[in-house]
């Protein structure tokens, strides 16, 4: 399931877990359904924290369409929800390695490539930011350690 | 129970995506049935040698101190059974057994007959009587029937086949602060 189980099949086979694994196991299956609870929310309000994001974000880059084409936005859009998700996907696993090595080396990459680095930085402020105006205070603080992450990973 | 379907497939399949209802559901099911599969996975660890040893029994190995070199394969070999089927039923997770192997240079020719040994010793046949409940048989069975399948896909037809090997090198386990044994500890 998540990294945490992955390694635990890998490095305990022919023996039974210790209690310091046992625990760490039993500690993260405790809080799946609070996860899960959570990650309902974030799907279900996702669009609602685009639309403000994006509603704040075009002001700052008025030429975007200009230099990049009229579908500009719309892929904007798309790539936030990419790491929307999977930073919801992260949170459920309770997995930061997760976000980083299916999402993140890779996109940080392509940012670097296409010099959007800069362009892109205010709207991962954007986002942390939102998160209080659509979320409850438990919600936020469920998922803002994973933006934080892709925010340091993409545009610091 | 219907979770006999490896997580990281159901995560790499959403990948960029959000998990279906049904999958969310099935994870809470997990996380709902924890403590059952819990308690299983002990009863395994407290069971282990109490079973192998009355498989070997009913193999006519009367003295377990005195096995030969295969037999000591295989009660090792069924350990490494017991503790794959425990661990995938504890995560929820069977594909590790779909791929199963038992980690030694050669598998026991005899395995898949002893695992049905063992499979009905854990039922119960013992004269104290059942040792698992229905439901955690319920909870169980999938899992050993996808081990079983994954060892009988292994084994070589025995027509065809080399005796049973003398003496096999089996990796050699963790150490263990629990009661259970390593593998190689037992039966020496």
Redesign the interface.
Known sequence: ?SLM??D??Q?????????DE?KS??DY??G??KR?RI??VL?AKESALLDRVIEKFQPMLPNLTRRHGVLAWERCRRDLS?VW??C??AM??NDEDYLRD?LLYWLETILKSFKMRDECKPVYKLMLDSLAHVFTAEESEMIRPYLILAKTMLVS | MDDIYSWPERIADREGDYLSPDDLQSLIRYALSFQERLDLYQVFQQQELDWIQEVLNQQGSVDTADLSPAQRLLARQLALCLRSVGLSLLMGDPSQLQQWSCGATELYLGLPEALDQLWAVIQGSQQNGPILTDDQRDLLSPYWQTLQAACSSQAPEAESSPPPPVVTEVEPAHSSPEPALTLMEMFV
């Open positions: 399931m189980f992955a635990l099949l490095n305990t086979e022919g023996r039974y877990l210790h209690p046992l196991l039993h299956v405790e799946i359904p899960v990650y309902q799907q990419m998700r999977y919801c996907m459920l696993l299916k």
